[in-house]
């Protein structure tokens, strides 16, 4: 229908103050980059594990080129400031990134008639079950309640991935339902939990 309602798209942060919010996050022992064509083999090397892409959309990688188009892919929605992938690497002993553990972010940030974004995030076996994410999520959640000014937070989660819905709940993540047949990937439908989660001190006065 046509836009006319003055209010209906809330304030999108301009893409130049995007890229300043989304140029890196840190934890205790953890620091965030975008993802950017150095990463490229370390990427390579994550996503060739079956274990890490068993419930994602994507086969095991087996080529540089499969690598450098998630970044490609991600670099483009940064600059369009709508979502961004961060590298999680481990803090030197200089505070510097070191090793590659995994990638996070925001697959998604909508703000034409809504104020929402999808999080994600993938992590080496090496390192599940160190509170690595536990660390991390909270960061997230405060960038999308706070500078990027969302009102809802949400998340996709393959069926028997019990890891990712152990998490998401741990942070306040809801069962929101399940999206029968929902997608289409490695040749064949899947069906999808969706888990939401209110940000609050974002939202306005109802309406009709």
Not at 44 to 56: N, Q
Not at 121 to 126: E, K, Q
Request: glycine content about 10%; some cysteine.
């Amino acid at each position: 229908m046509p836009d006319t309602l003055h209010d209906s798209s809330p304030p999108q942060p301009r893409e130049e103050y995007f890229l300043e919010l989304t140029a890196g996050l840190e934890t205790s022992r953890f620091r965030l980059t975008p993802l950017e064509t150095r990463d490229a083999p370390a990427l390579l090397t994550h996503f060739k594990d079956p274990r890490v892409t068993e419930f994602m959309d994507i086969d095991p990688f087996t080529r540089t080129e499969e690598a450098e188009d998630v970044i490609g892919w991600a670099e483009s929605l940064r600059a369009a400031a709508q979502g961004v992938r961060w590298a999680i690497r481990e803090k030197g002993r200089d505070g510097e990134a070191g090793n590659f553990l995994g990638t996070c972010g925001f697959n998604t940030l909508l703000y034409e008639r809504a104020r929402r974004g999808e999080v994600a995030y993938d992590l080496s076996p090496a390192h599940w079950g160190k509170g690595v994410m536990a660390e991390i999520m909270p960061q997230l959640i405060a960038l999308a309640a706070g500078p990027l000014a969302l009102r809802r937070l949400e998340a996709m989660v393959t069926p028997g991935n019990i890891r990712s819905i152990r998490l998401l709940e741990r942070h306040g993540f809801e069962k929101e339902g399940l999206l029968r047949q929902h997608a289409y990937w490695k040749g064949r439908f899947w069906d999808q939990l969706i888990f939401g989660q209110v940000l609050e001190g974002n939202g306005s006065g109802g309406g009709t």
